[in-house]
């Protein structure tokens, strides 16, 4: 008798977990087609099987056995542009990984030498920085020459707008500081 108890209800939670199934189908259903418009849509199909048996049944032998093959077809161009999108993927990673190994070494080299040439231009720089300011003679705001000479300024013109004239006298100022 008890073995009679365990088939029942495993009948019975085999019964439920189905009609739980079937109302997830059919509320799945529903979300895609409204229930009006599917009753329309079984509607017709009666009437039409009702109206004209012979087309109704040659139309339902042609949908039951061609769709078989439809679905497979499907199926097979789904798979094949799947593993084609993935097969492109895969080989566009490979190619880009042989790449990023002949990048890598090429960044480091061209950084290296845009780190020398920067490094050579900064110490360019400081050092015709450092000499120019320990040179005699400096250019004030007017293009004249300003050159020191023992506590002396000394100042060339310019000659009516040309180069300058070293040969004409220089004019002298005492310089306080």
Do not use: C
């Not at 950084?111 to 005699?136: D, K």
Request: proline letters at 3%.
């Amino acid at each position: 008798m008890a073995g009679n108890d365990d088939s029942s209800s495993t009948r019975a939670r085999a019964k439920a977990k189905a009609n739980e199934l079937l109302t997830y189908g059919q509320r799945q259903v529903d979300r895609v087609v409204s229930p009006p418009t599917r009753q329309k849509a079984y509607d017709r199909v009666h009437d039409f099987a009702t109206e004209r048996p012979i087309l109704f049944s040659f139309v339902a032998f042609q949908f039951t056995l061609s769709l078989a093959p439809i679905l497979l077809f499907a199926g097979f161009a789904m798979t094949t542009i799947a593993i084609s999108l993935i097969s492109a993927v895969m080989f566009s990673l490979f190619w880009i990984g042989v790449a990023t190994l002949f990048l890598v070494p090429t960044l480091f080299i061209t950084f290296s030498i845009a780190l020398l040439l920067w490094a050579w231009a900064a110490a360019t720089f400081f050092a015709g920085r450092w000499a120019y300011e320990r040179l005699p003679y400096v250019f004030d705001g007017d293009g004249k020459i300003v050159a020191n000479n023992g506590g002396k300024k000394i100042i060339f013109e310019k000659k009516d707008g040309g180069s300058t004239d070293f040969g004409i006298k220089a004019e002298v100022a005492e310089v306080k500081e």
